[in-house]
Structure formats: structure tokens, C-alpha cells
Nanobody, 121 residues
Framework: QVQLVESGGGLVQPGGSLRLSCAPN????????MGWYRQIPGKQRELVAD???????NYADSVKGRFTISRDNTKNTVNLQMNSLRPEDTAVYYC???????????????WGQGTQVTVSS
């Protein structure tokens, strides 16, 4: 069973930076869209940013100009560079990907286990 493995969360002061990374831990055929979502207790999970296979990106208004999403199609990885972090960015961040395991199969949606990002002085 393929899983998305995330890394890079932690505690940072306001104005600081963190970089999140995510990749599947098994053999796959292809990945279409990869992205990052976040969730705080009592609220719905929300899109932070996503990126298509061709590099087209999409960002939540709240992170535009501060966060940058990128991917390496040769390594099937997606990264989220987060700069100028604010306390309101504090959340559990989840990696998301539409993965096709075998040629000819439909792509399925996968989620990572989540990584905590805390922005606090």
C-alpha cells in the first residue's frame, strides 16, 4: 500500500521559514496534481497550494507571495517553502496527491499523515 510521507514541520517564530516535503514511499506510475492542505481543530481542512504535473500552481489568497509550491517529477516529490510565517499559519499540514499506481488504472486520491506547523514566539 503506497503512502505519502511528509517531513519538515516544526516550531518557528513569526517571520521565520519552514520547508515541507512529501513523497510516496512505494512504486507508482504517475502523479497528476500534488498539493498541501491544512487544518486547525474545529475547522475544515483547507487548500494551501497545489501544483499540476505541468507546473501550473494554485494558492490560497492567505499565502500568496509568502509560500511557494514546487515539485520534482523525476523524484515524485512536492515541496512547500513557507516564508514570512504568521501565527495564523499554525495548523496540521497534509500532503495530497492524485496517484495512478499502474498504467491504465484510474488515479486515486492519497493523503499524508499530517505534520504540525506551529508559529509562535
Amino acid at each position: 500500500q503506497v503512502q505519502l510521507v511528509e517531513s519538515g514541520g516544526g516550531l518557528v517564530q513569526p517571520g521565520g521559514s519552514l520547508r515541507l516535503s512529501c513523497a510516496p514511499n512505494g512504486s507508482i506510475f504517475s502523479i497528476y496534481t500534488m498539493g498541501w492542505y491544512r487544518q486547525i481543530p474545529g475547522k475544515q481542512r483547507e487548500l494551501v497550494a497545489d501544483i499540476r504535473y505541468d507546473g501550473t500552481t494554485n494558492y490560497a489568497d492567505s499565502v500568496k507571495g509568502r509560500f511557494t509550491i514546487s515539485r520534482d517529477n523525476t523524484k515524485n516529490t512536492v515541496n512547500l517553502q513557507m516564508n514570512s510565517l504568521r501565527p495564523e499559519d499554525t495548523a496540521v499540514y497534509y500532503c495530497n496527491a492524485q496517484i495512478k499506481l499502474q498504467r491504465g488504472e484510474d488515479g486515486l486520491e492519497y493523503w499524508g499523515q499530517g505534520t504540525q506547523v506551529t508559529v509562535s514566539s
